[in-house]
């Protein structure tokens, strides 16, 4: 693909004359038809990477496969919002939508499909994928698809099944953070033979990072505010948590806001419209807030609870900084950080049995029978369901993120759900209904046009399809259908946004549900060292802590950023801070040669050999015959 075809899209669609790091070179490699995976951090632009090379082929169609329904549909609007033809598939969707949508894909002139990953197995999208013939598959957040990442979901294994389908069509795989074994297992299951690994770095040159070990976090966090003016995000573990903290700083004066997932939909939404619009600037949240955040001018991001994760951390920290502009990244710690971690682990893997009473009493609350609920979706109130069941919601979350990951179901992000309506008198009562009620005539003319099946079974309706249909206002069609309501005409659900719960498979009887007990407690160890790395980050204090990330991720030898605090403190120290033990402190948690080590330094690097000859005299350190130095 010529190069300026790739400069002239950049230009026409996005209005950029540059490209980012790295996007060029992926580019040309996904152009010229190779299986590529790219990792690229946190906003960096990792949809484009697989919009443009669709947009510069005339016959160019995209799959792209992704489990995040809030982004999926934000990215169908943006491609909307340029002209361009796109359509997302989600369970959140009848059988008779998505059979239309594919239908476009088939027939139409749609250039994306977003799909979600559990829709992969159903036989309508099976039997059109061939022959919608898309030159690329785009898998967003690839890292789900490894039993050795952080959010694995076994519906991704089916993208190989799918690859079979279409065996001449190039994939790109696409995810912020994965380490060398997560890249390598996405290569595997992906069947990406002969695939190029194209790595961006992960160093946010404006993003410091720092970790503050304080026996009161809430006045730390109030020093961080006054210090550092804008917008900013604090999260925290729990609702209770988060409440408290925003609670606090509210009665100190701080204009603070607070997000969570048991809040209600449009609670939620009201709160990130006042930090989006910089009224109250100081977002306190779970980790529920953060996906499709487009906040460039976020100046702080503050975890005063400890992630699950250093990949959980890296990707809420790039949230920070993305306008290119001085940004801070503070974690808090504390002495009672273990304990609290412990304690939260144990909730976090709930037992075997209480797993499976979890699936059965989820198809009690949805009155759901066994061998019943196969390719279903339903309203699911997670905080209800554990109400009513006397469960502890975090237990009941952690249950479902279990059986997710065995392919028992999937609960999905909030998503919209359509008006249903549904007549409930006879065509005679109602004909007689639109001579006595002109003022309604119209509308009900306008309804009957446009879905049929209505005096059936409840239709998804688009209220503001109605409105310009017949001229009214959407603000006047709701009135109209609460009028018609009243009146015993029709059957009425409004509009709303809820979670929703999608089945694979019928229910079983508990006894048939099967969790392998050795895989379980191996995906337990996992977590528990993704954790034991998160506090190790934080607890040492002689590598910069932008290096210490990119060397997580599989960057060779990074250089110092020189804004972190540990970069500061030795700046500031000198020769001080290459005291024998910050030299062990590094190459006990790290491997280096000679050469690597001097480089997290800013001092001359004859002071660095003389405290190495200081360790080796005294039989601390050794330099085997590789050039690694051991600590001894």
């Known amino acids: 693909m010529p190069t300026d075809k790739l400069y002239a899209a950049l230009k026409k669609f996005w209005g950029h004359e540059e490209f980012r790091q790295m996007q060029l070179e992926i580019l040309q490699m996904v152009c010229s038809g190779r299986d590529t995976l790219s990792l690229m951090p946190t906003g960096a632009g990792k949809s484009l990477l697989y919009q443009l090379p669709t947009l510069v082929r005339e016959d160019g169609f995209c799959v792209v496969v992704t489990p995040l329904i809030a ?63 898309p030159t690329l598959l785009a898998v967003d957040e690839a890292h789900c698809i490894s039993q050795w990442g952080y959010d694995f979901r076994p519906s991704y294994l089916r993208i190989a099944e799918i690859r079979a389908l279409i065996p001449q069509t190039p994939v790109l795989a696409l995810t912020a953070s994965a380490t060398d074994e997560v890249v390598e297992d996405i290569m595997t299951q992906l069947k990406m033979v002969g695939g190029q690994v194209m790595r961006s770095s992960f160093e946010r040159p404006n993003l410091s990072y720092s970790v503050r070990k304080v026996e009161d976090k809430n006045e730390q966090l109030m020093r961080i505010i006054a210090n550092v003016p804008g917008a900013g995000i604090v999260y925290v573990h729990t609702r209770e948590g988060v409440e408290q903290v925003a609670g606090w700083l509210v009665e100190k004066g701080i204009p603070a806001t607070h997000y969570h997932g048991g809040m209600q939909a449009a609670e939620r939404t009201l709160r990130q419209e006042e930090w989006s619009n910089g009224k109250k600037p100081i977002m306190v949240a779970t980790n529920a807030f953060g996906m499709g955040i487009d906040k460039a001018d976020v100046r702080f991001v503050v975890h005063w609870s400890m992630p699950d994760s250093v990949e959980t951390y890296y990707q809420e920290t790039g949230r920070a900084g993305r306008d290119g502009k001085k940004s801070y990244a503070v974690l808090l710690t504390s002495p009672d950080d273990r304990k609290r971690a412990a304690n939260r682990f144990s909730v976090d893997y709930p037992s075997l049995e209480t797993i499976k009473q979890t699936y059965e009493l989820i198809f009690n609350y949805l009155q759901i029978p066994i061998g019943e609920g196969a390719d279903y979706s339903f309203d699911f109130n997670v905080y209800d369901f554990s109400h009513r069941n006397g469960l502890y919601t975090w237990t009941a979350l952690n249950a479902i993120r279990v059986l997710q990951s065995n392919g028992y179901l999937t609960l999905t992000d909030e998503n919209d759900h359509p008006a249903r309506v549904m007549f409930c008198v006879s065509r005679d009562d109602l004909y007689r209904l639109r001579i006595e009620r002109e003022d309604l ?91 034991e790395q998160m506090f190790a980050y934080s607890e040492q204090g002689a590598e910069c802590r932008s290096a210490w990330l990119r060397r997580y991720f599989g960057e060779n030898d990074p250089q110092p950023c020189g804004v972190c605090d540990v970069c500061l403190t030795q700046r500031k120290n000198g020769k001080n801070a290459l005291v024998p033990e910050t030299i062990l402190g590094l190459v006990r948690t790290n491997e280096f040669t000679v050469k690597q080590l001097i480089s997290n330094f800013t001092v001359e690097p004859s002071e660095v050999i003389e405290v190495l000859d200081e360790l080796i005299a005294k039989g601390r350190i050794s330099i085997a015959p590789t050039g690694i130095i051991r600590a001894l």
Not at 91 to 109: F, K, M, R
């Open 71 to 133: 982004l999926m549909k934000d990215q169908v609007d943006k491609l909307r919002a340029k002209g361009i033809s796109a359509i997302a598939v989600h369970s959140g969707l009848t059988n008779e939508q998505i059979d239309a949508a594919l239908d476009n894909c088939v027939y139409g002139d749609v250039r994306f499909l977003y799909v979600a990953p559990e829709r992969l197995t159903s036989e309508m999208f099976r039997l059109r994928l061939p022959r919608m013939n």
């Open 441 to 531: 005539d119209h509308f009900l003319r306008t309804l009957m046009r446009m879905y049929n099946g209505i005096f059936t079974e409840f239709r998804p309706v688009s209220e503001e399809a109605l409105a310009t249909m017949s001229g009214y206002t959407v603000e006047r069609v709701r009135d109209i259908f609460k009028i018609l309501w009243q009146l015993r005409v029709i059957r009425y659900i409004p509009a709303r946004r809820t979670p929703l719960i999608y089945f694979p498979a019928d229910r079983l009887p508990v006894e048939d549900i099967f969790i392998a007990p050795q895989t379980y407690k191996i995906r337990k160890e996992l977590a528990s060292r993704r954790l």
